[in-house]
């Protein structure tokens, strides 16, 4: 039970009709809940537990391959505040973007669509061609040409089919947004002007969290590329409040690679709108091993600088260096292996401490967005010291030396 | 609440010491629980809501990054039966073996233990980094002269020592057995000579299968390597059994790649012991691209046998090329991206069914132990047609051309 409005002129859009934008003007669609019928299935482990709180007719067969659930760990690490981990790592195809694809290919069925289109350099193109594959529907995968083959190797493996374009991943979603709505395509993109429907997905997280908690939390640090999934997280505890579950909403952070912090800047700036923050973007698409998190703008930036300003939220940047020394600490420290883009969450959490805005009272959660496995080339640099034997003379000796005293 | 003792002279164990093997006559360990005291904590979506049945003491804190409680999925490819994926890939480090190494590194810190070892090729070694770092305690990986570079580097991110052995994984079990005990480390290798206390992890993979179903399936159908996680499933499913809460144990297959197909022989020749399987182990080491279940001799083969002749199971070969048609359909028509290992499930249901032991009204559950992207090696092949760019004249007419009728 949910209904569809646009977030500019409130005009309401029928549910059964396949659009991503208001047909009266343009603007972005939203979605209502009838919050008389909420309910949370407990005995469901998936994030479809929340099912009352998603955008998808009572009738309709989710496409699910067990998303959501995943576990919410105390750190080990003491960075100075009570830290908890959200490890979004722990989802089928290795990131949160599971969540939004879910839901737009539980959507895209629905909607009886045969082919999914999506512009990805990583995380929401594998989850695209997982759930694509789990609905039986065909999936074309946009990349950028910089896209390693290593990377898209799994996409053929899920059976999607895989475009270059010349350019960089926004360049790609400016093709889809062109040339792929003339030709009347189904985009599963992850920003709402691209598909509403996905963004609901990531609000489960907020959901989750203060499932696990028992209460909210004073801060959830979120690394952001688009902004989509801080604005669904700011949004879904903001329902958790007008449902009367929850007091408060938490402080949100957003942290993003220091070469492309569009939040930071557009902050600076007094920028609010989308189209300010595209004017604003560079010419040339930012170089980071942060690849989650690179584009020349935030594709929801403008809804991500709303969630920020409604949370009192700060935006932060961070560095390679500073991005790789937090994959280390959350692996050797956690025993999570996160990707570059995700080891942000680490410096940002410090930079909250350090700046006085969370101390050791404070409950922050920080989200760890996707595995490193499936990005192992930024690792090189750890490959020192893989050539060692065991010495065939007295290993005992050399077995026993090992052990930390 | 546990107790330990002997499998062969019925020993009982001091469950506070550090044994891996009877004291008495060398003989292999097992556990005995309180069956009144069993209770299922439905709250908790990790494994350890089985914790009654696992051998940890009633004050000890568990080891653990939220493993286990994993997808049970229908699946789409209709292969002649009710067939189910229970899909470990969802696990914090990719596989199965979290289950094991959250026991044996809960153990070992409640021991006191500040180092512990592993001998690993993959999954296992993982595993063991992972729940090291997540219980503060430092990690050493043996691993074969074989292991690429690749599949030991987030070995070092997770903050492990990784050493190399002459020889094969097997070597590395060797060394550890000998010189490693003579040292008087810690292993945590996944066999019961090495390790009791981790075999009873996969025990929880049978209870969350008949959770999920409500009913024991008709067939589970397993990848072995060394055969301790068939036999624990067997164990979990016998355990339902004398718990009064299902009325039959399923019938199990292994699946074990064509070049080592150790079981096969070993029903074959009338083998039954680990001694006769070690005698009867080629002098190479196997060639296969199904490494996580290349071994000379299963290590718990024994008991593997002992699950497949109590269960009324069989033991299945798969070849590479249908290893990598497994991998292939899994991610095509499932959207689960596995690993070579994993893949050889697929032909094994269907040889299952051809055979005539699993018809349509069966159910079958087949175990995807890990997942792909820990492996990307092994898909080289499938990287033709993967430079080749949208057009920049007309691109929407080749993006309509795309859409699948």
Redesign the interface.
Known sequence: MFTVACLACQFAVDTTRDLRACPSCGGPLGFGYDKALVSFAHED??MWRFRSLLPVGSGTEAV???EG?????RA?LDLGCQLYWK?E??????SHKDRAMSVALTRARALGI??V?VASAGSTG?AA??????A???C?V?VG?EAS??R???L????S??????GSVDDALD??EN??W????HDVSTRRASNPYQAEGPKTIAYEIFASLGRVPDWVVIPVGGGGTLAAAARGFAELVELGMADRIPRLAAVQPSVCATLVVARERGIHSDAEMRAAAPAERPVTIQIKLAHTYAPDGAEALEALDRTRGVALAATDAEAIDG??RL???????AEPSSGVVVPAVEQLVRDGLAGPDDLVVGLVCG????E?ES??G??R??????P?VD??????S????
């Open positions: 482990p998936s699910t391959l067990g659930g995943t576990p919410l760990t080990r490890n790592t722990v989802n089928p195809s290795g045969s082919t289109f594998l061609a997982s759930y694509a594959a789990a039986g529907l065909r074309v946009l040409e083959v290593a898209l190797l799994p053929r493996v899920l059976g089919d895989v475009y270059r374009v010349h093709l889809l040339a792929g003339a030709a009347g395509i994959v280390r692996g050797a420290s956690e025993g999570i292996f595995n490193g496995f499936r192992t690792l090189a750890e490959s010291t893989l050539d060692v034997f065991v065939s290993p005992s000796a050399f077995l026993r090992l052990v930390r005293p």
